[in-house]
């Protein structure tokens, strides 16, 4: 999508970090925005700042892993907006937790949000871009652990190798339908990530082994500003993988290498 002037996009998780950085970027190229959060506060207080700027936002409370918030969403941005070209399906947590010792309750939560939340920010979106029968993108974060595991990150793993399995296979099948879907696949990103456990849902125990490993990973990530300056340029080309930092270009060569190597015999 070339020419994203005066465009609508819809951003989950558009209170804090990565997504936060996205609609910096996209106010700047003087797109309109939706900025979906269980934050309000939080995507409230970057629609302020935004607004300063000139642009318009749209602020809607929303759990992703709620089917009928995220048809609400939908619904409420078409109306208000009129259009909508560009939705990202950001919003996502994380935790460390032993595959073995894992609870259900950690296994639900990170499903029902990372895997969930894109499915039903799919079924949402899908039919009523289809309609509107203007160019528009998708843009699913993944993580670079959709494509390299980490240790104590399995749960994790698993949802954004499936963020990554869906975000494919929807390109596939909206090609016909000039609407484009990429992958943004972030490495260490300076976020509140590692605080994801803010935002579980009521009555679910906090895992008290929260980021420990990882956090030094975020804290020394790099500045969500420039994650979001990618995903704008990833847009513009219809990119199918967004790489915000290249830094671990030989490990991901390695772990493919371990494929094809094995298939090779
Ligand atoms: N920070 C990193 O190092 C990193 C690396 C790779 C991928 N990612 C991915 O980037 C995405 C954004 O995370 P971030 O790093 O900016 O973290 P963040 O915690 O700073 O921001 C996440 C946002 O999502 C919101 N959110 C959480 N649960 C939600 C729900 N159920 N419904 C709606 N909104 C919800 C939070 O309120 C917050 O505003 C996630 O999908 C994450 O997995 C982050």
Redesign the pocket.
Known sequence: MRDVEGKVAVI??G?????RGMARAFAGAGMRLVL????LE?AGAVAAELRQGGTEVLCVA????DAAAVEALAARAFEELGAVHLLCN?????LEASLAAGADDDWRWLFD??VN?VRNGIRAFVPRLRAQGEPAQIVN?G??NSLIPTGFLGIYCATKFAVLGMSESLRQELAPDGIGVSTLI????N???H??QR?RPAGQAINPQHMNASVEA?RA?QD?DAVGRAVLDGVREDARFIFPDGSMLEVLRAQLDAYLDAMAG
């Open positions: 989950t998780g209170g804090s970090g990565i997504g979906a959060d269980v934050e939080a929303t759990d992703v892993a950001n919003a996502g947590v994380c949000v990372n939340g974060t993580s670079f972030p490495l260490g990103v976020t509140r990530l605080e994801s935002n975020i990530g969500p």
